[in-house]
């Protein structure tokens, strides 16, 4: 049998004639498909796409308030609730009568549209030739200079009572443009505009904001007051003339060129055009307030300020943590004092703030507005400073007299304890031995370290600053002292809810944290100075880290410290600076913040100790146990014993003490009345410290 393959030339022959040409030339081995299978194809994908334009409209329809464009705009007013949705408080805004625009100067509304919309009366409320400009410029620079919205779509935004930028809400914007343009003249539209549009300083409206600034009707406003005003309205809260005289200025000169590069002043009216003169007047506001929305109110207006209408925005603050914070202050014996309280977690979150005793009668806030000594409070930074060099809480160090150099400060009542740790010298809050870390590490470092936890109040370079000479702000402080709680830095602290921020925000603004050595040595720190040093009195059954702080004559006690998640921070002082005798940053200040946490702690879920009876319930059974007994006034502290079952009440000088035995089922016991002789406790910076500062 012959294995040779054999050769088969059918593979290789000439394919068959074909009898179907196309075109003239050769034949196509691969014909071409049918037309018509082509043209049903096409139909399909038309049909398709059709249904998609008709359910996406019937959707726009349904969804976008229509009917409600249609209507004049309802007065804005801003509703703060707490983070539980408890009411807070309601702003109302400054508006006046709608403008007419038949009796407004052609130049009042030309200078709005010279720079927020040029073809304003030749598009039909979508400008594309307008909207190519703008990405063309914000391409050129790499960010958004500018945007593409005519005014019809500024308008449709009222519409809405959200300020979010997702495409379906674009979607229905462009389409109440389309009906507001179908169903409004284009001065009906400029009118309504006008009328409602955000001025800064909560101020709406054209008339509202002319008399508000230059205490005119819009009816006799000069080109240059015209131009600021629209100006503004590119950031209103930021280029408000009352706000930033300088940029808005600036903002109202590049109006006024636009009007020139518009057509709607000749150069002769250009060159002629003088300084804008203001005068400006106050804006009354029928309003509900609490130190606590004072602060959040700005940000929460520029956040709704793109919207005219009634809305709610809901806040950080905890309604029972603030209740517990006002109890507090309530319960301390102040006298004529004022007080200042803020409440916060560890990464910010506002959960309560007390701003004075009463805001009826003071709304000046003493957490955010009062620039105030720190006093020992600021020596984390210079103990930071010390650790960062090397140093640990075993290091001795002298806690003697400074007999070198022309700055020499002295402990409180000059008691020095010779050879000590660190961590005693943090503990009793030796001001000799805080220098002597200032000297050795240098101010520089010490000031970046407060830097670092977020202070930005000036820090004087001299060594009186590291007992705290320097002011700053109680928020500045618990900002600070929330970064070693979270081990994250700098911390800010806010009274909204934190925006989602992207990949690239979080890139240029990644936060810090701590070396597991450095964290663990600094509440190392401040767990001695809270527990067993001069801030014992704050100490809960739980874990407890912080630090006391007094001025100079007591004229600032302070406290601040952290615990079951919360950090808080507690001010006691006078708002003309004068001294409170027997006061210091281990007594009051330490009592109201033992007061608040006790119970902002259980109310949070921590872990109370032992389990034994809340210790906010043992102070009320406990002064209905005390009965007729009388503490001098302004002088009370109150502490619980180390086993828990022994509630103590004594005088700020320690000449009275009373103590309250807790029974087993948490009914106090008959207590027990001690006198004895007066033991000073306040602890104070030198005498050579600078002169303590404030802004009341």
């Known amino acids: 049998m012959n294995d040779t393959p054999q050769f088969d030339p059918a593979p290789f022959a000439a394919p068959p004639p074909r009898e179907e040409f196309q075109g003239r030339g050769m034949p196509s081995a691969f014909p071409r498909p049918n037309w018509r299978r082509r043209a049903r194809f096409a139909a399909w994908i038309f049909a398709v796409l059709l249904a998609l334009l008709i359910l996406t409209a019937a959707w726009l329809a349904v969804t976008a308030p229509l009917s409600r464009s249609l209507r004049p705009p309802a007065p804005p007013s801003i509703t703060l609730v707490s983070a539980d949705g408890k009411f807070l408080a309601r702003r109302g805004a400054a508006i006046a009568e709608p403008v007419k625009l038949s009796q407004l100067p052609d130049h009042v509304p030309q200078a709005f549209m010279a720079i927020e919309d040029r073809r304003f009366y030749s598009h039909w409320g979508v400008d594309p030739r307008g909207v190519a400009r703008a990405m063309w410029h914000n391409l050129r620079a790499g960010h958004v ?5 005519t005014i019809t779509q500024q308008l449709a935004k ?33 009118e309504r505009y006008l009328s409602s549009v955000y001025f800064g300083d909560n101020v709406y409206g054209l008339r509202a904001a002319s008399l508000h600034y230059f205490n ?21 809260s930021r280029l408000a003339p009352t706000v930033n005289p300088k940029a808005s200025r600036a903002r109202a000169a590049l109006v006024e060129k636009a009007m020139l590069d518009a057509g709607f002043i000749d150069q002769s009216t250009y060159d002629r055009l003088g300084p804008i003169k203001l005068n400006v007047q106050p804006v009354q506001e029928a309003t509900s307030g609490t130190y606590f929305s004072d602060w959040v109110l700005g940000e929460a207006r520029d956040r709704a300020g793109e919207v005219y209408g009634a809305q709610t925005v809901m806040t950080t603050l905890d309604s029972a943590i603030q209740r517990f914070a006002a109890d507090a202050v309530r319960r301390a014996p102040l006298g004529r004092a004022q007080v200042g309280i803020v409440v916060m977690r560890p990464d910010g979150t506002v959960v309560a703030m007390v701003g004075g005793k009463s805001y009826k009668q003071s709304a000046f806030n003493r957490v955010t507005q009062a620039r105030r000594q720190p006093g020992s409070t600021f020596k984390l930074f210079v103990y930071l400073a010390a650790i960062r060099a090397g140093m640990t809480p075993d290091d001795m160090v002298d806690d003697t007299p400074i007999v070198e150099g022309s700055y020499r400060p002295e402990n409180s009542h000059r008691r020095y304890r010779g050879r000590i740790t660190l961590r005693q010298a943090f503990a009793f809050s030796s001001n000799v031995v805080a220098v002597r870390l200032a000297q050795q590490v240098g101010m520089d470092a010490v000031t970046r370290a407060a830097r670092d936890l977020g202070v930005t109040s000036p820090i004087a370079d001299n060594l009186s600053s590291a007992l705290g000479s320097s002011g700053m702000s109680l928020m500045e402080l618990a900002q600070a002292y929330a970064a070693i709680s979270g081990d994250s830095y700098p911390v800010q602290a806010h009274g909204l809810p934190e925006k989602e921020r992207g990949w690239f925000a979080n890139l240029l603004d990644r936060r810090r944290t ?93 872990e109370d100790g032992a389990g034994q009876k809340p210790a906010a319930d043992e102070l009320e059974d406990a002064a209905n146990a005390i009965g007729n007994i009388a503490l001098p006034a302004g002088l009370g502290n109150v502490s619980v014993g180390p086993d828990g079952r022994e ?50």
Do not use: C
């Not at 100006?231 to 209103?236: C, E, I, T």
């Not at 807790?662 to 033991?679: A, F, L, M, W």
């Open 145 to 149: 200079r500018e945007g593409g919205s």
């Open 216 to 236: 005119r009707q819009p009816e006799r406003l000069t080109i240059p007051q015209a131009a600021m005003l629209a100006g503004m309205l590119k950031a209103p």
């Open 514 to 606: 701590f070396s597991d050595r450095e964290l663990e040595m600094m509440r190392d720190l401040l767990s001695a100075a809270a527990n067993g040093g001069t801030g014992s009195r704050a100490a809960l059954r739980t874990a407890t880290f912080g630090k006391t702080g007094t001025t100079q004559d007591n004229r600032d006690a302070i406290f601040v410290g952290y615990a079951g998640g919360l950090v808080t921070a507690v001010w006691v002082g006078n708002d003309d600076n004068s001294p409170l005798p027997g006061v210091s940053g281990g007594s009051i200040p330490a009592r109201i913040w033992r007061d608040v946490m006790v119970r902002a702690v259980e109310h949070g879920g921590a």
């Open 647 to 696: 509630l103590r009440i004594e005088s700020g000088n320690g000449a009275i003490e009373v103590r309250v035995p807790i029974g087993e089922n948490g009914t106090p016991q008959t207590p027990s009345v001690q006198v004895r002789p007066p033991v000073i406790r306040q602890e104070q910076p030198g005498t050579n410290q600078s002169p303590p500062t404030s802004q009341p």
């Open 158 to 190: 009222g519409a809405f009572l959200t300020a979010d930028r997702t495409a379906g809400r674009k979607l229905r914007e462009l389409l109440i443009s389309f009906w507001l343009e179908v169903w409004l003249s284009k001065d009906e539209i400029l």
